[in-house]
């Protein structure tokens, strides 16, 4: 493996505090199509990447994941980021979830490779069960059955960009002859 993928693997991490600097475009389309060559079951390509930038919307989102949370509107589950790639999935091909998820994991690698922070935010597919993000993939013009995988929030980390914790006992186990 070269070493700066490794490094990348190595070094990647969490961020939850963003400046509200603006991300190029050139560099978000280059982490869309890190994300679009993540491997998917019998290449079937069941994935799919909104990626918002659009202030008004990326808030709509916000505010709907703040929801399915518990929280107050106010409250920013994408930690100030100015960019949301929403992963969904085509609910009919049996390996969307899995798909999606490596999508993410493509999303986030590429991002760090970049010099960008980002964090996988939950709840998409309750939002996107709803009505309201029902309507949203309509106005979009997207048709199917989805189910929403992870947000990816994009941006440039404010502060410190978090350290590795360690890693727990007991994640493999080596099986040998």
């Known amino acids: ?52 930038t659009k202030k008004s919307l990326r808030d709509k989102l916000s505010k709907m994941n703040a929801k399915i949370m518990g929280m107050d509107e106010k409250f920013d589950p994408f ?31 590429a991002a760090h490779a970049l010099g960008l922070g980002s964090c996988w935010i939950h709840r998409a597919r309750e939002e996107f ?12 013009g997207i048709e199917g059955e989805y189910e929403g995988i992870g947000h990816c929030v994009l941006g440039y980390a404010d502060g410190e960009y978090p350290a590795a914790k360690p890693r727990k006992d007991g994640w493999v186990y080596y099986i040998e002859e």
């Open 1 to 52: 493996m070269e070493k700066q993928v490794f490094e990348n693997i190595l070094t990647r991490r969490s961020v939850k505090k963003y400046k509200p600097d603006p991300v190029q475009k050139e560099l978000i389309e280059q982490i869309v199509e890190a994300g679009m060559y993540a491997a998917t079951g019998r290449n079937r390509q069941a994935p799919i990447i909104l990626a918002v």
């Open 129 to 140: 069960e709803s009505e309201e993000g029902k309507a949203i993939l309509k106005e979009l």
């Open 79 to 109: 930690y100030g980021a100015p960019v949301v790639l929403v992963v969904l999935a085509d609910k009919t091909v049996s390996t969307h979830v899995y798909d999606g998820s490596l999508v993410m994991g493509n999303l986030m690698l």
